[in-house]
């Protein structure tokens, strides 16, 4: 597996121990989407409408510039343009701190933690922001007062590279076991709840994985 960061973000001190969860050898380095005016034009400009369209010259120069902050990008564009970068024989994650949603079938934009395909994109702001919070959050935060959001960092991304990982070998797309790393988590009460893998995950993945260090 290769896992890249995109600057500036850089791996974080707690990366070692997620990369002994696999047997096989994991590699990281960085990566740098090489296209600015795409990146300009895959902008959500409306969060009921994916359309794109040609992006001005200083959205542009905003890209050049990684003036990005509070920008969201269409996630299965953004996988597109990375998917040409990289050998699909292999599993390959990019993690960006760039916001990604897709577009659901309800005609809107849902903000996501990843994006997955012949290789997968992870958004590290998105383990914050994605993830539904209860009413007294948004309460609060309706009244002026943004309270922290106290993330497992480290459980997610482990989380988000086993799904992945099981996405790419094995064609398994989620769990329904509440517990499970594989399951859909789309609340932060949901993310909390999980504590490992379920019985029938552990036999799929017990070639790939040392369960010890989930």
């Known amino acids: 597996m290769r896992i890249y960061f995109e600057p500036p973000l850089e791996a974080p001190s707690f990366f070692e121990k997620i990369k002994k969860i696999f047997k096989f050898s994991v590699s990281v380095g960085k990566y740098q989407f090489k296209n600015p005016a795409l990146l300009a034009k895959i902008r959500v400009r ?29 996630g299965i ?34 903000l996501r933690m990843i994006v ?3 290789a997968a994109v992870i958004s590290f702001k998105g383990i914050f922001y994605a993830p539904a919070k209860d009413v007294g959050y948004y309460l609060k935060y309706s009244l002026g007062f943004e309270e922290k959001v106290d993330m497992d960092v480290e459980k997610v991304l482990k989380m988000l ?32 709840r999980v504590k490992g893998l379920c019985h029938e995950h552990l036999e799929l993945l017990r070639r790939d994985i040392e369960f010890e260090n989930l």
Do not use: W
């Open 46 to 74: 409306n969060p009921h409408e994916r359309k794109f369209y040609d992006p001005f010259p200083i959205e542009i120069e905003n890209e050049i510039k990684n003036r990005v902050e509070g920008v969201i990008y269409d």
């Open 116 to 118: 997955m395909g012949p």
């Open 161 to 192: 590279l086993l799904q992945f990982y099981a996405f790419y070998e094995y064609g398994e797309i989620f769990c329904k076991d509440e517990f499970c790393f594989l399951h859909n988590c789309h609340t932060v009460c949901e993310l909390e």
């Open 77 to 110: 564009e953004l996988l597109k343009e990375f998917v040409k970068d990289v050998n699909p024989t292999t599993p390959n994650v990019l993690i960006t701190n760039r916001l990604i949603a897709t577009f659901g079938e309800d005609s809107r934009y849902h």
